[in-house]
C-alpha cells in the first residue's frame, strides 16, 4: 500500500478517535452525539492526512463558526487480483505399493488443473526408467499426463514414480510442495512360468468361433480381480478415456440393457452373445442404442463417461457367463 493510502487511513482514524469521544460525552445533545467540533488547526491537520474527500464541513448553530467533521465517504482500496491455485496431484498410476503390475502397464499421474505439457513431462521422473524411450499422451483436458514406454518393464523391479519441482500448470503456477514430493512407488509381477493349458474362457471362445474386438483404444489402468478403490475386487477393466470417445461393441450380439442401469453402474449396455455370454460397459455418457437392437462387432454403442461410481472419466468392460464375471482379457486380444 502506498504512503498516501496510509496517510488517509491515518487521517479517518483520527476522525474516528474524535467522534468517539463525542458520542461518549454524558452532556451530549443527540446531534451532538454525531458531530464533534474541532479547532480550525486541527481540522486543517486532519484534511491534511487524510484527503478533501473523507471529511466534509458542517454549521451547526447560525452564528457558529467552528467547523465540524462526519464521516466521510468509504476510503476505496483497490482489490488485489486472485492467485491461480497451485496444482496439486490427485494420483499417480500404478498406485503406491501396488504389486502385479503389468509389464507393459501404462505409466499416468492425474492433476487438479490443466497442466503445462513441456514442464510436466520434463519434471516427471521413473527410476531406471528411460523416458526418452517411449510415447506422451495428455487426456482429460490436460490434466491426466499417460506415458507408454517402448520398452516392457522388468519382471519383478521395484519402480518409483515422482514428480519434480519444475512442473507447471497452463495458467503458468507451480506444483505445490506436496505435489512436488509425491511419489508412488509399484512392483511389476514376476515373470510367468511356460503358457498353461487354454482357460475355460478361453477354450469356449475357440470353440464357438466368436471375434472379440477391444470396445476403446486406451490404456488399462485397473484390472480384472484388483482391488485399487474402495468398491472391492475388480469384476471387470478399467479403459482410459475422454468423455465422448464412442464405445464399440466387442462382439456381435443383442442389446439387453441400454441406459441407467443402476447407482454404481450409471449410463450403461449390456449385449448378449448367446450361449449364456453377456457383455457390459459402464459409467457411459450416452448410449447410442436400444433394447432389443442387433450389433454387429465394432460398431458404436455409446459415449464414455463418468456416471455412476466413476472416479473419473473411462470405460468399466466386463464379461459374464451366466452371474460369474470372467476376464475381459480371456477374451480380447491385448492392445
Request: with cysteine; glycine share 10%; net charge positive.
Amino acid at each position: 500500500m502506498g504512503r498516501p493510502a496510509l496517510a488517509r487511513l491515518a487521517g479517518l482514524a483520527l476522525v474516528v478517535g474524535l467522534l468517539t469521544i463525542a458520542a461518549a460525552d454524558p452532556l451530549a445533545g443527540p446531534t451532538q452525539a454525531r458531530t464533534a467540533p474541532v479547532s480550525e488547526r486541527t481540522f486543517a491537520r486532519i484534511a491534511a492526512l487524510s484527503g478533501p474527500s473523507s471529511v466534509r464541513l458542517l454549521s451547526i448553530g447560525a452564528p457558529s463558526t467552528t467547523p465540524t467533521i462526519e464521516d466521510g465517504p468509504d476510503l476505496q482500496i483497490p482489490a488485489q487480483p486472485e492467485t491461480p491455485p497451485h496444482p496439486e496431484v490427485v494420483r499417480f498410476r500404478p498406485f503406491d505399493r501396488a504389486v502385479q503390475v503389468r509389464p507393459d502397464a501404462p505409466l499416468s499421474v492425474r492433476f487438479t488443473q490443466p497442466m503445462d505439457h513441456a514442464s510436466t513431462q520434463a519434471a516427471l521422473r521413473v527410476s531406471g526408467l528411460d523416458l526418452t524411450r517411449g510415447r506422451f499422451r495428455w487426456a482429460e483436458n490436460d490434466t491426466v499426463l499417460v506415458f507408454t514406454p517402448s520398452v516392457r518393464l522388468a519382471y519383478g523391479k521395484r519402480y518409483t514414480m515422482s514428480l519434480g519441482s519444475i512442473a507447471r500448470s497452463a495458467e503458468g503456477m507451480p506444483v505445490d510442495a506436496a505435489a512436488a514430493g509425491a511419489e508412488s512407488s509399484f512392483t511389476v509381477m514376476p515373470k510367468p512360468k511356460p503358457k498353461p493349458a487354454p482357460t475355460k474362457a478361453q477354450a469356449l471362445r475357440l470353440a464357438t468361433g466368436s471375434r472379440w474386438a477391444s470396445p476403446l483404444r486406451g490404456p488399462i489402468t485397473q484390472y480384472f480381480g484388483q482391488r485399487l478403490t474402495r468398491y472391492g475386487i475388480h469384476r471387470g477393466i478399467d479403459i482410459d478415456g475422454n468423455t465422448g470417445d464412442p464405445v464399440r461393441a466387442a462382439a456381435t450380439g443383442t442389446v439387453i440393457a441400454a441406459g441407467w442401469v443402476d447407482a454404481c453402474s450409471g449410463i450403461a449396455v449390456g449385449l448378449d452373445h448367446g450361449r449364456g455370454l453377456s457383455s457390459w460397459y459402464r459409467h457411459l455418457s450416452s448410449v447410442g442404442v436400444r433394447v432389443g437392437q442387433r450389433v454387429s462387432v465394432g460398431s458404436i454403442i455409446g459415449r464414455v463417461g463418468n456416471t455412476g461410481c466413476s472416479l473419473g472419466s473411462h470405460l468399466h468392460f466386463a464379461i459374464r457367463r451366466g452371474d460369474t464375471y470372467l476376464n475381459p482379457l480371456g477374451y480380447v486380444k491385448r492392445w
